[in-house]
């Protein structure tokens, strides 16, 4: 270690690994020589080693990754995945004792340690430590930093030695730590200048490059797309993109879908790449020139923006307030002294229309039971990432439809997380549901349907009828609307009303609900807005009779069946109050820890494999009470469940 200039330090047992000499602060800038280093190992208090980093060692620096609180499982391969191979061949890798790892290269300039990217402790583990509000899954050690490291204990090389660690250029070590920042799950304080608004105005003020922030997403990926941006993949959470020209690297950068930033890992594009960019940040950079004052104006002429003047007769979110006379106020409370009528009684259930059957059958002992969807209430089908939360709802969109046809039966599908052709289609995959369209096996399901329509392959005379019939049965009659959606909750709500006026859908499917965004910013935190958001959607239920379906994200607590519980939706706070129905979905190719079976290169199970089944419980029933569970089998390639097809036919 000496030899490969690196300034040792001795640690001792305890549980920190805390340095074994009472000053070590000098040996940031004089290492200690080979006679002292054997004579502190020499003290039974040394139990293993570290490395001092920064200018004592040659300017080290090591990207510590925590993956013990990694909740996905998939920190590492994504991380590691997204390093072009000439820089990943460069770095050296160490395991450390709580199965994460330490990443060293050495760069001419290292700053101090550094927290790249945090997410939230969840309630347990603020009990088990109260000061900690964030956890770190990746930091730096720099200068004034030490990592403890190999033959330590606990410690091993999996890539390269000492003797191996390289010198990274300045552009290579910030495309890693932007790669770090770019798994950060908290919003961080604006860094940069702020951009002023032009229309400040007392009270209520949602300039055009805040409301953008808030619901431009689909215009700044399309904006990036227009400059030659490509994207390469698409996660629940992330969606992965290639800059213009020539790169070595497989991504260039990467947009969070839920903090609505983007986060670039190259310094060859005209974006920054030190900090996360908002939709206003890539807008000014790729169609303003960095002008603020353009800026403004065209998200102003593109309709983002609004300002209502505060005054005393109005609320505070800027809405004019009417204040009842006390005449029209007795009139109101005069009306809690009359009962309801038996004429009444008749003419509100005569309004009132019946649970959707769903084909779905669920057990709890004994008993059986088809589930319904309630009518005039929300039902929340709720699923951790990658466990067929928007599938099911495609599912039941089809079943749905099945079961009512006979009364005209329609339904609405709104995604606001993937483009209305991406579910058009999956929903094609899945009500043609051939395991293998293609006769070579070269493509799967959704490789080949696309290259179907670019015209690239003719297609079986097989699959060319189900599409066709898919198009006849469902898409052409309209008995299944498709759209991307981006209003905002009010917006959605008045779009709910009206289709209810024109009696268009018998139920409307929304997929997912902590993507939808408030029109007022009041509300202090994003639980408070979801429940905000709920609420408005509920009373619009009741109002119009609809059925609405939300799917929604489990939060990381959810790491194994046994812990599918509705109070631990992602941000939700307490919107399960709202619902009258919510539905826990687990799928059994997950083992018990939540990761995903892995398969080698030939496809064979590392891990015992799991039946391809999906598990469904109710974790709330208004009507039906919990515990009703029920397992699915299901088709990989085309996401279709296997479900009763008796009865199809609402009477």
Same mark, same amino acid.
């Given at each position: 270690?000496?030899?490969?200039?690196?300034?040792?330090?001795?640690?001792?047992?305890?549980?920190?690994?805390?340095?074994?000499?009472?000053?070590?602060?000098?040996?940031?800038?004089?290492? /200690? +020589?080979? *006679? !002292?280093? =054997?004579?502190? @190992?020499?003290?039974? &208090?040394?139990?293993?080693?570290?490395?001092?980093?920064?200018?004592?060692?040659?300017?080290?620096?090591?990207?510590?990754?925590?993956?013990?609180?990694?909740?996905?499982?998939?920190?590492?391969?994504?991380?590691?995945?997204?390093?072009?191979?000439?820089l990943l061949d460069r770095l050296v890798i160490a395991r450390t004792i709580n199965k994460g790892l330490h990443i060293y290269y050495r760069c001419p300039k290292v700053d101090s340690n550094k927290k790249l990217a945090r997410r939230v402790a969840t309630k347990e583990e603020?009990?088990?430590?109260?000061?900690?509000?964030?956890?770190?899954?990746?930091?730096?050690?720099?200068?004034?930093?030490?990592?403890?490291?190999?033959?330590?204990?606990?410690?091993?090389?999996?890539?390269?030695?000492?003797?191996?660690?390289?010198? /990274? +250029?300045? *552009? !290579?070590? =910030?495309?890693? @730590?932007?790669?770090? &920042?770019?798994?950060?799950?908290?919003?961080?304080?604006?860094?940069?200048?702020?951009?002023?608004?032009?229309?400040?105005?007392?009270?209520?003020?949602?300039?055009?490059?805040?409301?953008?922030?808030?619901?431009?997403?689909?215009?700044?990926?399309?904006?990036?797309?227009?400059?030659?941006?490509?994207?390469?993949?698409?996660?629940?959470?992330?969606?992965?993109?290639?800059?213009?020209?020539?790169?070595?690297?497989?991504?260039?950068?990467?947009?969070?879908?839920?903090?609505?930033?983007?986060?670039?890992?190259?310094?060859?594009?005209?974006?920054?790449?030190?900090?996360?960019?908002?939709?206003?940040?890539?807008?000014?950079?790729?169609?303003?020139?960095?002008?603020?004052?353009?800026?403004?104006?065209?998200?102003?002429?593109?309709?983002?923006?609004?300002?209502?003047?505060?005054?005393?007769?109005?609320?505070?979110?800027?809405?004019?307030?009417?204040?009842?006379?006390?005449?029209?106020?007795?009139?109101?409370?005069?009306?809690?002294?009359?009962?309801?009528?038996?004429?009444?009684?008749?003419?509100?259930?005569?309004?009132?229309?019946?649970?959707?059957?769903?084909?779905?059958?669920?057990?709890?002992?004994?008993?059986?039971?088809?589930?319904?969807?309630?009518?005039?209430?929300?039902?929340?089908?709720?699923?951790?990432?990658?466990?067929?939360?928007?599938?099911?709802?495609?599912?039941?969109?089809?079943?749905?439809?099945?079961?009512?046809?006979?009364?005209?039966?329609?339904?609405?599908?709104?995604?606001?997380?993937?483009?209305?052709?991406?579910?058009?289609?999956?929903?094609?995959?899945?009500?043609?549901?051939?395991?293998?369209?293609?006769?070579?096996?070269?493509?799967?399901?959704?490789?080949?349907?696309?290259?179907?329509?670019?015209?690239?392959?003719?297609?079986?005379?097989?699959?060319?009828?189900?599409?066709?019939?898919?198009?006849?049965?469902?898409?052409?009659?309209?008995?299944?609307?498709?759209?991307?959606?981006?209003?905002?909750?009010?917006?959605?709500?008045?779009?709910?009303?009206?289709?209810?006026?024109?009696?268009?859908?018998?139920?409307?499917?929304?997929?997912?609900?902590?993507?939808?965004?408030?029109?007022?910013?009041?509300?202090?935190?994003?639980?408070?807005?979801?429940?905000?958001?709920?609420?408005?959607?509920?009373?619009?239920?009741v109002q119009t009779r609809l059925p609405l379906i939300f799917g929604a994200q489990f939060n990381r607590e959810v790491e194994n069946r046994t812990d599918l519980d509705s109070n631990k939706l992602r941000e939700a706070g307490d919107i399960e109050q709202t619902a009258n129905?919510?539905?826990?979905?687990?799928?059994?190719?997950?083992?018990?820890?939540?990761?995903?079976?892995?398969?080698?290169?030939?496809?064979?199970?590392?891990?015992?494999?799991?039946?391809?089944?999906?598990?469904?419980?109710?974790?709330?029933?208004?009507?039906?009470?919990?515990?009703?569970?029920?397992?699915?089998?299901?088709?990989?390639?085309?996401?279709?469940?296997?479900?009763?097809?008796?009865?199809?036919?609402?009477?």
């Amino acid at each position: 270690m000496l030899k490969a200039g690196l300034s040792v330090l001795p640690v001792n047992n305890n549980k920190e690994k805390a340095p074994a000499v009472r000053e070590w602060k000098p040996l940031r800038s004089k290492p /200690l +020589t080979e *006679e !002292q280093l =054997e004579k502190v @190992l020499a003290s039974t &208090r040394v139990k293993g080693l570290g490395i001092i980093c920064g200018e004592a060692s040659g300017g080290l620096e090591v990207i510590d990754m925590d993956l013990k609180y990694d909740r996905t499982g998939t920190l590492s391969e994504e991380f590691f995945g997204a390093i072009y191979p000439e820089l990943l061949d460069r770095l050296v890798i160490a395991r450390t004792i709580n199965k994460g790892l330490h990443i060293y290269y050495r760069c001419p300039k290292v700053d101090s340690n550094k927290k790249l990217a945090r997410r939230v402790a969840t309630k347990e583990e603020r009990k088990r430590s109260p000061g900690e509000s964030y956890l770190a899954l990746l930091e730096t050690r720099g200068a004034g930093g030490y990592v403890v490291c190999p033959p330590t204990e606990g410690y091993e090389f999996i890539q390269g030695d000492y003797s191996t660690i390289q010198t /990274l +250029t300045a *552009e !290579q070590r =910030e495309y890693l @730590l932007s790669l770090a &920042r770019s798994f950060n799950e908290v919003e961080e304080e604006p860094t940069g200048k702020p951009i002023k608004s032009t229309t400040q105005a007392s009270g209520v003020d949602l300039s055009p490059w805040k409301d953008f922030n808030l619901r431009g997403s689909v215009e700044a990926l399309n904006l990036l797309q227009a400059k030659g941006w490509t994207v390469v993949k698409e996660t629940p959470e992330r969606i992965y993109l290639k800059r213009p020209g020539e790169s070595p690297t497989r991504y260039s950068g990467n947009y969070h879908k839920g903090l609505n930033k983007l986060y670039v890992f190259s310094t060859s594009t005209e974006l920054p790449d030190s900090r996360p960019l908002s939709n206003s940040d890539i807008f000014l950079q790729l169609e303003c020139n960095g002008d603020t004052k353009e800026l403004s104006r065209k998200l102003k002429d593109m309709g983002y923006g609004s300002t209502d003047t505060f005054n005393p007769s109005t609320s505070p979110t800027g809405k004019a307030v009417t204040v009842p006379t006390p005449e029209e106020e007795e009139d109101e409370f005069s009306s809690l002294l009359r009962p309801l009528t038996r004429e009444e009684i008749i003419q509100e259930v005569l309004k009132e229309k019946d649970n959707i059957p769903t084909g779905f059958y669920l057990k709890d002992g004994n008993r059986e039971i088809e589930l319904k969807l309630p009518t005039g209430g929300l039902t929340i089908i709720a699923g951790r990432t990658s466990h067929r939360k928007t599938g099911t709802m495609l599912n039941l969109c089809r079943e749905v439809v099945d079961r009512i046809g006979e009364e005209g039966g329609r339904v609405l599908f709104l995604s606001y997380e993937e483009s209305d052709m991406n579910i058009q289609l999956k929903l094609l995959n899945l009500i043609v549901n051939m395991e293998s369209l293609d006769p070579t096996a070269q493509l799967d399901n959704k490789e080949y349907i696309k290259a179907y329509y670019r015209g690239t392959l003719e297609g079986t005379e097989a699959f060319r009828r189900a599409e066709e019939k898919f198009y006849r049965d469902y898409i052409d009659t309209g008995r299944i609307v498709v759209k991307y959606c981006s209003y905002k909750d009010k917006k959605l709500a008045r779009a709910v009303k009206y289709l209810a006026s024109k009696e268009a859908y018998s139920a409307i499917f929304i997929d997912y609900i902590q993507l939808i965004r408030p029109e007022e910013l009041q509300s202090k935190t994003r639980q408070e807005q979801l429940f905000n958001i709920c609420e408005e959607l509920r009373e619009v239920a009741v109002q119009t009779r609809l059925p609405l379906i939300f799917g929604a994200q489990f939060n990381r607590e959810v790491e194994n069946r046994t812990d599918l519980d509705s109070n631990k939706l992602r941000e939700a706070g307490d919107i399960e109050q709202t619902a009258n129905l919510v539905l826990g979905l687990w799928d059994n190719n997950f083992n018990p820890e939540g990761e995903k079976v892995k398969r080698d290169k030939d496809g064979n199970a590392k891990t015992p494999p799991r039946e391809q089944s999906l598990y469904i419980e109710v974790l709330k029933g208004r009507d039906i009470g919990i515990g009703w569970k029920g397992t699915f089998e299901y088709c990989p390639p085309t996401g279709a469940l296997a479900i009763k097809r008796s009865n199809p036919r609402r009477k």
